[in-house]
């Protein structure tokens, strides 16, 4: 356990940015499951709105050092693939 005010203060500013990080994380992976319902129904257009919500989420996650950038662009680029694949050919 740590002894000093200095360690101890952070202890609790770490306990309070995991909280933080967590929250934001499970926020992230709701919006990417709103996706994949989406695009699993055959929704085109709310598989696309919610595309551009996830970016816009993983954007903001990486911005704020939650994801990191090559991870946020792995799951944009998956998420995408998967879009397209379900788009209608023309």
């Known amino acids: 356990m740590a002894h000093g005010k200095s360690a101890k203060k ?3 500013q770490n306990a309070a940015r995991r909280l933080h990080n967590r929250q934001a994380k499970s926020a992230l992976r709701t919006t990417v499951k709103k996706l994949t319902v989406a695009v699993g ?3 085109a257009a709310a598989a696309t709105a919610a595309y ?5 989420k993983l954007d ?3 911005a704020k050092g939650i ?4 991870t946020a662009d792995r799951v944009k ?3 995408a693939a998967r879009l397209a694949a379900k788009a209608p050919k023309k």
Request: charged share 35%; aromatic share 0%; glycine share 14%.
């Open 10 to 12: 952070r202890i609790r």
């Open 77 to 79: 680029s998956r998420l």
């Open 52 to 56: 551009h919500g996830v970016q816009k």
């Open 41 to 43: 129904a055959g929704d």
């Open 67 to 70: 994801v990191r950038k090559g």
């Open 60 to 62: 903001q996650a990486v």
